[in-house]
Each structure stands twice: as structure tokens, then as C-alpha cells.
């Protein structure tokens, strides 16, 4: 079965970090564009970081030199290193990966596996 | 950034209805949206990308269309468990970005 979990999330203080992981299970992370989404509580859907399968990272404007991406391919699992938090970082956490499609993978097709999420609070 | 606009904010709707909710982009995408239906507590799932096609075991009641800069989400029959928030998503260029949200209540 192809399904994500994440861990890692929590309570922490303004300035503080944390580590979010996200294993895979059923498909192979270093393949794929794996993402970072958050929602922060009663609000939308923010877009946060991704990597490609070749390595490449990219991120929001909101989190840029504060976060980063990493897969560690000996787990199969995602990362995202929190450094610098905010109050507004506070929002559950999802990874999510986009599809192959027709063999080809690409960053175009949307996000078809996700995983439950992870809750991050940042508060004094 | 490509800014994605979705309307209406929130829409009541009945069982049976036909709703169709629309996506704007600031600039244009190709057929590079994707949509997805997300309930309380819950992931967002994957409906439709491509603009329109369907993602597999997705009812076919769900429907997308455009390209460019104008986008639909069109269901076609509401069923019960359609009521939910739904979102699109801009798959062109990173930052990814996704449309606000339209809310789906039961009238």
C-alpha cells in the first residue's frame, strides 16, 4: 500500500526548531517531487518546500532560509529541519507527493498521496 | 507568484444539485490545476489535475475544464458526502500555490 506518515511535530518556543519526518511506504521518496504543504488552523492550504528527484529544493517565500528539505534515502523518508520558528509557522503539516504519470516524472500533476499530518504549534 | 483566485468563498447547496466553482489564475498555466476536496481533520485528497482529468476512483460526477487562466470544478449530482471544502492548486511553476477555498454546506 502506498502511504505516508508523518511524525515529529509539537509544542515549541518562539526561535525554536524542529524536525519533521515523513516515511514512505510502498514507492521509493528519491523518485518522486516529494512537498511540504501546512495549514495553519482554520485556514487554507500553504504550499512550503519540495524536492526533486534530482535534488533540487525549492521554497516559499515565508519560510526560505528558515527550513529545509532533505530526504534521507536509506529511510525512504522525507525531512523538513524548522529552524527560526515563528508563531505564525503554527499549522499542521502534510507531505505529499506528486504522481508519476504515464512514466514520466514531473512537478505538473497535483499531489495524489498525503499523508495524515503533523501538528506544529509554536507558543511561549 | 501566481496568485490563484477561487469563487465563491462558500456555497449551500442541496443533494441532487449541480455546482460548479471557478479558479482564476493571475497568469497563465496551461492546463497545469489540479483540484482537491479536503473534510475536517482530513488530508486533502487529489480529485482531478491536468485540469481535467480524473484521478482514479474519483466519482464521475466530478468534472474539470479550462486552460489558460480560467478553471472549473463542475459536480454534477451532489451526493452527501461531497460537502466539503475544496481547493485548486496551480501546478505550472513553483511556489506552488493553491485558491482559497470554497466551502460546500448542505441547504
Known amino acids: 500500500e502506498v502511504q505516508l506518515v508523518e511524525s515529529g511535530g509539537g509544542l515549541v518556543q518562539p526561535g525554536g526548531s524542529l524536525r519533521l519526518s515523513c516515511a514512505a511506504s510502498g514507492f521509493t521518496v528519491s523518485r518522486y517531487y516529494m512537498n511540504w504543504v501546512r495549514q495553519a488552523p482554520g485556514k487554507g492550504l500553504e504550499w512550503v518546500s519540495v524536492?526533486?528527484?534530482?535534488?533540487?529544493?525549492y521554497y516559499a517565500d515565508s519560510v526560505k532560509g528558515r527550513f529545509t528539505i532533505s530526504r534521507d534515502n536509506s529511510k525512504n523518508t522525507l525531512c523538513l529541519q524548522m529552524n527560526s520558528l515563528r508563531a505564525e509557522d503554527t499549522a499542521v503539516y502534510y507531505c505529499?507527493?506528486?504522481?508519476?504519470?504515464?512514466?514520466?516524472?514531473?512537478?505538473?500533476?497535483?499531489?495524489?498521496?498525503w499523508g495524515q499530518g503533523t501538528t506544529v504549534t509554536v507558543s511561549s | 507568484d501566481i496568485q490563484m483566485t477561487q469563487s465563491p468563498s462558500s456555497v449551500s447547496a442541496s443533494v441532487g444539485d449541480r455546482v460548479t466553482i471557478t479558479c482564476r489564475a493571475s497568469?497563465?498555466?496551461?492546463?497545469?490545476l489540479a483540484w482537491y476536496q479536503q473534510k475536517p481533520g482530513k488530508a486533502p485528497k487529489l480529485l482531478i489535475y491536468g485540469a481535467s482529468t480524473l484521478q482514479g476512483g474519483v466519482p464521475s460526477r466530478f468534472s474539470g475544464s479550462g486552460s489558460g487562466t480560467d478553471f472549473t470544478l463542475t459536480i454534477s449530482s451532489l451526493q452527501p458526502e461531497d460537502f466539503a471544502t475544496y481547493y485548486c492548486q496551480q501546478a505550472n511553476s513553483f511556489p506552488y500555490t493553491f485558491g482559497q477555498g470554497t466551502k460546500l454546506e448542505i441547504k
Open positions: 505529499a507527493r506528486v504522481p508519476e504519470i504515464h512514466g514520466v516524472v514531473t512537478y505538473n500533476y497535483g499531489m495524489d498521496v
Open positions: 497568469q497563465g498555466i496551461n492546463t497545469w
Open positions: 524536492i526533486h528527484s534530482g535534488g533540487s529544493t
